[in-house]
C-alpha cells in the first residue's frame, strides 16, 4: 500500500553532527524491500545513557533488553530495526537481542551490555536476526556524524516523514547540542506509543541526573499525546550524553545548572512528540486540547486525554464539526469530578458553550473557519479549581482504517 | 445520509401484547422528517420500576429526571423522543423535562413523578418542547397493546434496524411475559452508550427486587459491550412490572422464587445488548472476546473489554486479518496482571500463540476461514488464575467514520 505524506508533514531540519555520535541506516532486508530498515549509532567511549520504555504489560523483547542493559548507566552502541517488533516471540526473539547486542559489542569493542536494542513493526513474527548480522559489519564500517537524517529514515514504518529535532543549550556558559529522532505514526498512546526516539548530546551529564530529565521531559510530551489509544508493547525513549563537550562538572543529582538544558530537551521531545502526532495514521488535523478549571492537574490530564481519545470527537474534527456536544460527553466519561453546570467549551478561542448550556447567540463564523484549518484549539474550563493540562491528538479519518485494516496484507 | 441496514440485522421477533402496557408511535417533527420520533407507553395503575443509568459525569437533563423520579419505585407512562438528546442545556433542558412529565401526566392522571422521560440525539440543541407536548394528546389517544413495532422504530437514531426482544418465564408455575425494545449505534461502551432501553413484564415484582435483578441483569449484558469506547451522557435502561399477572405472592427482596425470571431477564437483556452491537455503527462483523486465566473476574472484564476498544484489533478484524500480535497489545495496554510468557490467543478456536510464541505450523486455514465471517472468536487465556469475564464488540470500518464525520451536516 502507497503512503500518502502526512498534510501535516513538517520539513526536517538541518541535522549538525553531534560530537560523540556517529550513526547510519542500510537495507538489510528484514522485511521491507528496496529500503533502509537497519539503522546503528556508535557513541563515544564514556557515554552515559538513561530510558523510558511502554507501561504495557507484555513488552517486546528489546524492551526487556534494554531495561536490564541501562543498570549500568552506560552505552557505547544503539541498532534498531523497522519492519519487525520483535514482540511475542519467546526464546527465540531473546536469543535475537543478545545475538544482535553480542556483534555490535564486538565492532564497537564495549561489552554487549552496553549495546542498546529496539525493534518496531508486525508483532508476533521471528526476527530474520542472521539478515541483521550479516548486514551489521557493513553498516558499522559506514557510520558517519552526518548520518542523522539517515537514521531517522531507517527507523520508519508506517511513517509517512522522517522526524527529527535538534536544540542547543548552555551549561556553565559552554554551548552543548541536543539532537533526537522520533519515528511512531499508529499504536500512539500516553505512556508511550509504537514510537521509538534516539536522543544524544554532546554534554557530559551523569546517568541519574539525565534519566531524572528524561523523565520529567516525557512526562510533558510523548505521554500527553495519543493517536489511537493504544499502547505499543516497544516503545522506547533513550537518552545519550556522550560527554564531549567542555563545560563545568555536573553533579550527579544534575540541579540548577542544567535548568536551560532541561528546557531545551523539554522543548526538543515536544517538537518530536508533536511529530508523531502529525503523522498520526490517516490524519489531516493536528489538536490540542488545553484543560483548565479541574481539581487537580492529575484530573485535568485524565480529563484532556478522554477527549483526545474520543473516536466520536476525532471523527467530527475529521468532518469539520465543532461538535462541542461530543467534547461535553468526552470530559463527563472520563469518571473524574466535573459540573455539568459549571462546565464550558471553546473551539478555535471561541466559548461556545459555557455554564451548562449553549452561550446564547455565540458567533458561529470564526468557529467554522478555525475547523476548516489544519490545526484545531479546543478549551475545557471545569470552573471547578485551578488544575491544567494539555494533550494533543490528531482526527480520525478514512485514512487510518486503511491503513490499519490492510497493515500485514 | 442514507444508512444501510447493517448486515448483523437481525429480524425483529413477533411481540405479542403484555398486559398492563400499551404504547405506540407518532412523527412530532422535533428534528427528523417523516417519521416517528415520539414515543410514549402508559403502565398499568401499580406498575414498579428500576433503572439503570449512564456512568457519564455530565448526564442529560432526562437521566437527573429518572434517576429523581424512580426513588418512588412507581411509573405509570414513559415518554421518548430520538433526534434530540436533551444534554447540555441547562435550565430550559430540566424544564423541557417537566413540561413533558407534566403533560403525560395529565393524559394518564398520575403524578408527573410517576413519568419517565428519555431523549437521545444530538447533544446541546434547545429540545423543541413545544413539539413534543402538542403531539403528546394525539399520540396518547392511540396507544395500543399492539404498539411494540412502532415503539421500537420510534426509538431510533442512527440505528439501520428496530431493536426487541420477548422472552417467558415461571414465578411459582404462573407463566410470565418479559418484552423489552431498545436503540444505540454509537457513543457504547461500558457503564452503557446512547443507549435506552425499556423493557416490561406482566410480573408482579416489588421495586426493590426489581432493581436489583436489573442491575445484576445489566453487569452481564450491556456493560459487557462496546462499539467505540464511547460513554452516552442518556443511557437509559428502564424495567416496568406491571403485575397483571396472576402468581403467589414476591417478597420485597425477591429471592430463589425469581431464579427463572431472573434467568429470562439475562438472557433477554443480553439479547438486546448483542442487537445494539450488531448496529454498531458500520459494523460489518460481530465480535466475541472470552478471557480466561486472569487473576481475578474483574481483572479479566478490563483485559477483555481493553481487546475489545482497541481500535487497531478492531481495524484488523475489519480487514479479516487474525492479527493476534495486536490483541497481545491490546492485552497488555489494559495494566492488569499479565504474562506474556504464559499468555495465549486463540482465533475461531484455533490456538494461534501460546506460551509467549506463535504456536509452531498452526494450520491457518480455519482461521482465515473464520475471519471472513460474520461472527469473531477471539478468546485470550492469561496462564494466572480463574478470573473470567466475556465482551462484545463490533469491527471499526470505514463506515463509522462516514457516519461520524458528518453526524450533524
Not at 55 to 65: E, H, M, Q, Y
Not at 167 to 186: D, M, Q, W
Not at 217 to 232: A, I, K, L, Q
Not at 305 to 332: F, H, Q
Request: with cysteine; glycine share 12%; proline share 4%.
Amino acid at each position: 500500500m502507497e503512503l500518502q505524506i502526512s498534510p501535516l508533514a513538517v520539513t526536517l531540519p538541518a541535522l549538525p553532527p553531534l560530537a560523540g555520535v556517529r550513526l547510519g541506516a542500510v537495507e538489510a532486508g528484514i522485511r521491507y524491500r528496496n529500503r533502509t530498515d537497519l539503522v546503528m549509532l556508535e557513541l563515544a567511549a564514556g557515554t552515559t545513557a538513561a530510558g523510558v520504555f511502554t507501561t504495557n504489560r507484555c513488552p517486546g523483547a528489546p524492551v526487556d533488553w534494554c531495561r536490564a542493559a541501562l543498570k549500568g548507566g552506560r552505552a557505547r552502541a544503539v541498532v534498531v530495526n523497522a519492519g519487525n517488533a520483535n514482540v511475542f516471540t519467546g526464546r527465540v526473539g531473546r536469543d535475537a537481542c543478545a545475538a544482535t547486542a553480542a556483534a555490535a559489542a564486538e565492532l564497537v569493542g564495549c561489552p554487549a551490555k552496553q549495546v542498546m536494542v529496539a525493534s518496531t513493526g508486525v508483532i508476533g513474527e521471528v526476527l530474520a536476526v542472521d539478515r541483521l548480522t550479516a548486514a551489521l559489519p557493513g553498516l558499522h564500517a559506514a557510520l558517519s556524524e552526518d548520518g542523522w537524517e539517515a537514521a531517522a529514515r531507517g527507523i520508519m514504518t508506517t511513517d509517512t516523514f522522517p522526524k527529527a529535532a535538534t536544540r542547543t543549550a548552555r551549561i556553565g556558559g559552554a554551548e552543548v547540542r541536543i539532537t533526537g529522532i522520533a519515528k511512531g505514526s499508529g499504536m500512539i498512546a500516553p505512556d508511550m506509543a509504537t514510537m521509538l526516539c534516539f536522543i544524544a548530546t554532546d554534554a557530559k551529564i551523569p546517568a541519574p541526573a539525565l534519566d531524572a530529565l528524561l523523565r520529567r521531559g516525557v512526562g510533558g510530551s510523548f505521554n500527553c499525546t495519543t493517536v489511537d489509544s493504544d499502547t505499543s508493547t516497544s516503545d522506547t525513549v533513550l537518552l545519550f550524553a556522550t560527554g564531549q563537550a567542555k563545560h563545568p562538572r555536573v553533579p550527579a543529582e544534575g540541579g540548577r545548572m542544567l535548568a536551560g538544558f532541561a528546557a531545551a530537551l523539554d522543548d526538543l521531545l515536544l517538537d518530536l512528540a508533536l511529530q508523531v502526532i502529525r503523522d498520526g495514521e490517516g490524519a489531516t488535523k493536528l489538536v490540542r486540547i488545553d484543560v483548565t478549571g479541574a481539581t487537580t492537574a492529575r484530573s485535568a490530564k485524565r480529563i484532556a486525554m478522554a477527549v483526545a481519545n474520543s473516536p466520536l470527537v476525532k471523527t467530527a474534527i475529521a468532518g469539520e464539526d465543532a461538535n462541542w456536544g461530543r467534547i461535553v460527553m468526552a470530559v463527563g466519561k472520563a469518571g473524574e469530578p466535573a459540573d455539568r453546570d459549571r462546565l464550558s467549551v471553546a473551539v478555535g478561542g471561541v466559548w461556545m458553550a459555557k455554564d451548562g448550556g449553549v452561550v446564547p447567540g455565540y458567533d458561529e463564523t470564526p468557529v467554522v473557519a478555525h475547523m476548516k484549518g489544519r490545526e484545531i484549539a479546543i478549551a475545557v474550563d471545569l470552573g471547578l479549581g485551578r488544575g491544567k493540562a494539555t494533550a494533543w491528538t490528531c482526527d480520525l479519518t478514512h485514512g487510518y482504517i486503511d491503513i490499519n485494516g490492510s497493515y500485514r496484507s
